[in-house]
């Protein structure tokens, strides 16, 4: 198979995570011993999100095209990046590099409309429930209406993102909080909700929630495993 190279670190928690789900699809696909061919670069998630808060996107994507620059340097036939957030930068990494960028959001757009599903709640981090790189990617490639929660509920859902998940701290509390708001967006019409942070996996699995779920994480891992065997 191609090797897929990874940007995580964004945080580090959901990236352990990515190189589980990429290996295990692997495993699943091609039994045997077999594994995923992978690198991975991970970037210091200090500096990164304190430049989220500062606004510096222009940063961002400098730092972000380097780690892949790196990446292809590397060996990666594909570069993924780890983190539903940053893909507000995606532009600056495929700019940057010669081989295949994969954005999370496609392999998500394409499973929702596999589904039926066309008004589907986004659950992330402030940035890209309230920023347009990601819900107009899925309007627009996808035809889907993505609805996002109220102003209290979208601080609730970010604040439990950075102060408790990027530390691996999983609450049953916290849980019972996203639960709420899985069920105020399906009594606003969604008909599934998007965990749209790399890190709700780690807190949200399907039985927990009212609305069917569609992981990106899960998704990108996938989609990254089926190109690399696909192209071989």
Known sequence: ?????????????????????????????????????????????ARVEADQRAGDWDALGEQMADAARQLERGGAQLVMLATNTMHRVYESIERAIHVPFLHIADP??????????????????????????????????????TLVPDEADRADVHRIIYDELCHGDVKRESREVYQGVIESLRDRGAQAVILGCTEITLLIKPEHSVLPVFDTTALHAQAAVEWAIEAE
């Open 1 to 45: 198979m191609k090797t897929i190279g990874v940007i995580g670190g964004m945080s580090w928690e959901s990236s352990a995570e990515y190189y589980r789900l990429l290996n295990r699809h692997a495993k699943a696909r091609l039994g045997g011993h077999h594994n995923a061919r992978s690198l991975m670069l991970t970037v210091d998630f």
């Open 108 to 145: 998500t757009g394409s499973a929702l409309r596999a589904a039926g599903v066309e008004r589907v709640g986004l659950l992330g981090t402030r940035y890209t429930m309230e920023q347009t790189f990601y819900t107009g990617r899925l309007r627009e490639r996808y035809g889907l209406d």
